[in-house]
């Protein structure tokens, strides 16, 4: 059995802080990594994929990945009341196999 | 929503009923997918699809059919539905092993 974990949370952190919210992850042939955010009510939105050890960085997101360690995470700088949400994470395995989806992080901003 | 919609958006059905769910894209992608999420589970993959009548079982496909006659509809029918599939249900696509994008969500109520 294929597993993501998450920590479920919440995660608080004080607007304009970085909030730090991790994953990982068991099938070791894992090849591309994704972070969605999801607002309540509301459906997951794409905010980041990964697919090669090291950083990736797109505006106040980072995502982190380490193959070696299984691990991947997602750095929010200058975290903002709007960011607050469910955040999850998703693996693909080889050859296009389907996502295994993580429980979710709840972050929540405060003002 | 990336050109993907559900319908209906809501449904409140009796235990016993038959129940079809409607996924619409009008990108012309050839991967769909149906999930549902419930509290405590995260986002379970019910059904996919990689093509026009060609569809597989996710992890949670029990009690679930689901039809590709075009390529851009992709049907999630509960044969006789049950109290134990009240839950969200999410359709996505995807290219291959890239993203998923995930449509508005339909909320279904088995009384």
């Known amino acids: 059995q294929k597993e993501v974990e998450q920590n479920s949370g919440p995660l608080s952190v004080p607007e304009g802080a970085i909030a730090s919210l991790n994953c990982t992850y068991s099938?070791?042939?894992?090849?591309?990594f994704f972070w969605y955010r999801q607002y309540s009510g509301k459906s997951p939105e794409l905010i980041m994929s990964?697919?090669?050890?090291g950083d990736k960085e797109d505006g106040r997101f980072t995502a982190q990945l380490n193959k070696a360690s299984q691990y991947v995470s997602l750095l929010i700088r200058d975290s903002q009341p709007s960011d607050s949400a469910t955040y999850l994470c998703?693996?693909?395995?080889?050859?296009?196999?389907?996502?295994?989806f993580g429980p979710g992080t709840r972050l929540s901003v405060l003002p | 929503d990336a050109g993907i919609t559900q319908s209906p958006r809501h449904k409140v059905t009796e235990t016993g009923t038959p129940v079809t769910l409607r996924c619409h894209q009008t990108?012309?992608?050839?991967?769909m997918y149906w999930y549902r999420q419930d509290p405590g589970h995260g986002l379970r993959l019910i059904h996919y699809?990689?093509?026009?009548?060609?569809?597989d079982k996710g992890e949670v496909s029990d009690g679930y059919s689901v039809s590709r006659s075009k390529t851009e509809d992709f049907l999630l029918t509960l044969e006789s539905a049950t109290s134990s599939q009240t839950s969200v249900y999410f359709c996505?696509?995807?290219?291959?092993?890239?993203?998923?994008?995930f449509g508005p969500g339909t909320r279904l109520t088995v009384t």
């Open positions: 099938d070791r042939g894992s090849q591309s």
């Open positions: 990108e012309n992608h050839r991967y």
């Open positions: 996505a696509f995807s290219e291959a092993d890239r993203e998923e994008y």
């Open positions: 990964i697919y090669s050890n």
């Open positions: 998703a693996v693909r395995g080889n050859y296009g196999q389907n996502f295994v």
């Open positions: 699809s990689y093509g026009v009548k060609d569809t």
